[in-house]
């Protein structure tokens, strides 16, 4: 399984100077370096449509077609996001690009999931809202151990403290609410928490005293 695929490689020069996208790795090399091929991958779950997130779902072959990147995966979106990604509006549709999902669909490989459940055994999705109202993380449990890939639900490090949203929040008090329970929940059980867009620190665990809260790089 992959929880979400970064941006991809569809997007032009224009695109890429707009959000400062430096292209010196990309998800195939990190998939190498964990022994994997595109073709490994059974499944691939969406923590939201973004184009930051979903960009990499599907790929343009050589005759200019689109069609999924990973050929023998399910893909699994939450149902309300699919709604909201598949009709953008004046807000949303700089972030919700169509040929990252739509092909999806058009291929057969696009599994809908309704609620908060388990996408296999240990993997579990739970619905945060706040960056767009049905942004999920993703809860895996292993060997009497917890970890959280909570997406844009605390992107950097630096999303920690309470009040740090991201400009981007479609309902930033939901953010905040979400963040406050997951925070509590993953200092008590000690949550090796992932951050999806933090440059340096890629997983770590939350510390919080006199509520002041830091982060200690883990893995
Ligand atoms: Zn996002």
């Keep these: 399984m992959i929880i979400d695929a970064g941006m991809g490689d569809k997007e032009n020069e224009k695109f890429h100077d707009i959000y400062g996208v430096e292209r010196t790795r990309h998800l195939d090399h990190t998939l190498a370096e964990a022994g994997l091929a595109p073709e490994d991958i059974d499944i691939v779950l969406a923590s939201h449509l973004h184009f930051d997130h979903a960009g990499g779902f599907t790929v343009r072959d050589a005759g200019g077609r689109i069609r999924p990147r990973f050929p023998r995966a399910q893909y699994v979106v939450r149902r309300g996001e699919w709604e909201d990604a598949t009709h953008p509006s004046v807000r949303t549709r700089a972030s919700y690009l169509l040929d990252n999902y739509v092909p999806l669909a058009e291929a057969g490989v696009l599994q809908l999931v309704d609620d908060d459940q388990t996408i296999m055994p240990g993997v579990k999705v739970r619905r945060t809202g706040g960056h767009t109202q049905h ?44 963040k406050q329970q997951f925070v509590k929940e993953a200092v008590e059980k000690e949550i090796l928490t992932f ?7 890629a997983a770590g665990y939350i510390k919080e005293e006199d509520k ?6 883990g893995r």
């Design 212 to 217: 002041k809260r830091t982060v200690v790089a």
């Design 195 to 201: 951050f999806e867009h933090d440059p340096l620190v």
């Design 135 to 178: 942004h999920q993380m993703i809860v895996i449990e292993s060997g009497g151990k917890t970890a959280a890939f909570v997406a844009d639900l605390i992107p950097t490090t630096a999303h920690v403290p309470e009040v740090w949203v991201m400009g981007y929040d479609l309902y930033p008090l939901d953010t905040m609410a979400a």
